[in-house]
């Protein structure tokens, strides 16, 4: 028969590490930042929570250079047009990936958004990047 005393204790340890996951994913959510695009050309150096774009401040088209996938594999951002313009925003990624190519954002070399008030994520594979 199983001891009842360390059934109440596993049970412990897996309600600790139920909340201990629940608060680290609330502390990372807590810290995501939000970015604003002002200029034309715009590299991210560190990934955002939030890139903001007002493309109709800035140009008539924004570049946006992405990071390098392969150091940010699972990891996304996401991007938000604040404008009702047709201007575009272009994001371009330009390292190299696994196979020594330059990587892609949905298997192009640039991805273009052009919609009113366009919103959408994009997540490193680890060798390209993808809109999810």
């Known amino acids: 028969m199983a001891n009842p005393f360390q059934?109440?204790?596993?049970?412990?340890?897996?309600?600790?590490?139920?909340?201990?996951?629940?608060?680290?994913?609330?502390?990372?959510?807590?810290?995501?930042?939000?970015?604003?695009?002002?200029?034309?050309?715009?590299?991210?150096?560190?990934?955002?929570g939030l890139l903001v774009v007002p493309t109709t401040s800035i140009a008539s088209t924004v570049n946006i250079y992405l990071p390098d996938a392969l150091k940010l594999a699972g990891q996304s951002f996401n991007f938000k047009k604040t404008d009702t313009s047709s201007n575009a925003i272009v994001f371009s990624a330009t390292a190299k990936n696994k196979q020594g190519k330059t990587q892609t954002v949905e298997n192009a070399t640039t991805y273009s958004v052009t919609a009113s008030l366009a919103y959408g994520r994009l997540m490193s594979d680890g060798n390209n990047w993808w809109v999810v």
Do not use: K, M, Y
């Open 7 to 48: 059934q109440i204790i596993t049970q412990d340890a897996e309600i600790n590490r139920i909340q201990g996951n629940i608060s680290a994913s609330l502390n990372q959510s807590a810290s995501l930042t939000v970015s604003t695009v002002n200029s034309a050309n715009f590299t991210i150096t560190q990934l955002p």
